[in-house]
């Protein structure tokens, strides 16, 4: 699906398909690009994500864009998403290292093992955003739940994105294990900097998605890659501890 991506966004982002443009039939790419059309499929959704096309019912897909800028996941801007999560799951851990209890420990624990052994994507996605969801929980503070509770479909749509375009799944694992040897461990600043250094990865990783395959096509003035220059939580701060927003960058900062 990669190659598949990668020749479909490189042909618009050359201006091959110019913005406006309505991209061949699945039929006819299948056939150009001998492959199946499960494997275009993904490869179109993936576009959409990364803002390039619009699917219109009935009509085909069209080219929006001619640069890749902020992904979405549902209802959510990839920057806007990982700035609520550190503001969020950051002092969570801090707080959950502190709150949580043997079972919530073994929950956690055993979503590591069934991720581990997981063959299937797709459950592996579910498992992933159910285990940011545990943690949650495990600060014991309802409010908590309930946030993640309404990001968890655009989670489980990055990380399945993340999965798909940046090779995440063994990182996402050993950052989790670190996140839950520290609240195993009781100790929230270790916590809150694990936690803080999983979506400080998920952040590069969808930075380096945005500027893939653009060393060709010029930037326009000004423009930057948002889901990179989020602000940092100090993982050394109190759990509830809230970092300040950093101000927009700009061409000349």
């Known amino acids: 699906m990669e190659a598949v991506l990668g020749h479909l966004r490189g042909a618009i982002e050359r201006g091959e398909y110019a913005v406006g443009d309505k991209l061949p039939s699945e039929a006819e790419l299948c056939r150009t690009l001998e492959v199946s059309r499960p494997v275009l499929r993904e490869a179109l959704r993936a576009l959409q994500t990364v803002g390039l096309t619009v699917s219109r019912t009935g009509s085909g897909t069209f080219v929006v864009a001619n640069a890749v800028q902020d992904p979405t996941f ?18 969570v851990a801090g707080y959950a290292a502190v709150r949580r209890t043997p079972e919530d420990l073994d929950r956690l624990v055993g979503l590591l093992e069934r991720m581990e052994r997981e063959t299937d994507t797709t459950v592996w996605v579910a498992l992933d955003t159910l285990f940011h969801l545990t943690v949650a929980e495990a600060a014991h503070n309802p409010v908590f739940r309930r946030v993640i509770e309404e990001i968890r479909d655009a989670l489980a749509r990055q990380s399945a994105f993340l999965n798909e375009l940046g090779g995440r799944r063994e990182q996402s ?25 999983h979506l400080d ?3 590069s990783s969808l930075s380096d998605i945005v500027r893939a395959g ?11 890659p948002a889901a990179g220059l989020l602000p940092v939580a100090d993982p050394d701060a109190a759990p ?6 950093a101000p927009a960058a700009t061409a000349d900062a």
């Open 214 to 224: 653009t060393s060709s096509v010029p930037a326009r003035p000004g423009t930057v």
């Open 173 to 197: 694992e050993r950052e989790h294990r670190a996140v839950v040897d520290a609240l195993t461990a009781g100790s929230a600043p270790d916590a809150t900097r694990a936690m803080s250094h």
């Open 240 to 245: 509830g501890h809230v970092p300040a927003a």
């Open 74 to 91: 549902g209802d959510y801007a990839a920057g806007d998403l990982l700035e609520v999560r550190r503001h969020v799951e950051i002092p």
């Open 201 to 203: 990865r998920v952040g």
